[in-house]
């Protein structure tokens, strides 16, 4: 039987962060840096990222929904250049300043090439 850690390139991992009451912001990850699915809230996330000092290298948003996309414009104010990649039309509504751009054909999470 295949497990998900299986199918992971050595060293990355993708670790739960318990957000409201009742569910979960993800955190793709090597040692060194962190991308977050889905932040609703960003307090757990920034406290997650100092207990594992961790440096936030990017944000995936997979829909709309606030407890999904509450904790952003937290975050990317903290560090305003950190790459968002999302639905446009969700980026505009939670960041409207900010200008989308498009998805390279080629991205480096946590040192790993995706296309």
């Known amino acids: 039987m295949s497990h ?3 199918a992971l ?3 990355i991992k993708i670790s739960p962060i318990r957000a409201f009451t009742d569910n ?4 793709i990850h090597n040692q060194d840096e ?3 699915v ?3 809230e960003a307090d757990p996330v920034l406290d997650f990222l ?3 000092s961790l440096t936030l290298t990017g944000i995936l948003i997979t829909h709309h929904h606030h407890d999904h996309t509450g904790g952003i414009a937290k975050l990317v104010s903290m560090a305003p250049d950190i790459p968002v990649i999302g639905p446009r039309a969700v980026i505009f509504v939670v960041l409207p ?3 989308v751009s498009p998805i390279p054909s080629r991205w ?3 040192n790993c090439r995706l296309r």
């Open 4 to 6: 998900a850690k299986d």
């Open 9 to 11: 390139p050595d060293g």
């Open 24 to 27: 979960y912001i993800w955190c």
């Open 34 to 36: 962190a991308i977050i």
């Open 38 to 40: 889905d932040p609703g």
């Open 50 to 52: 100092k207990e594992q």
């Open 97 to 99: 300043a900010r200008s």
């Open 108 to 110: 480096r999470i946590c």
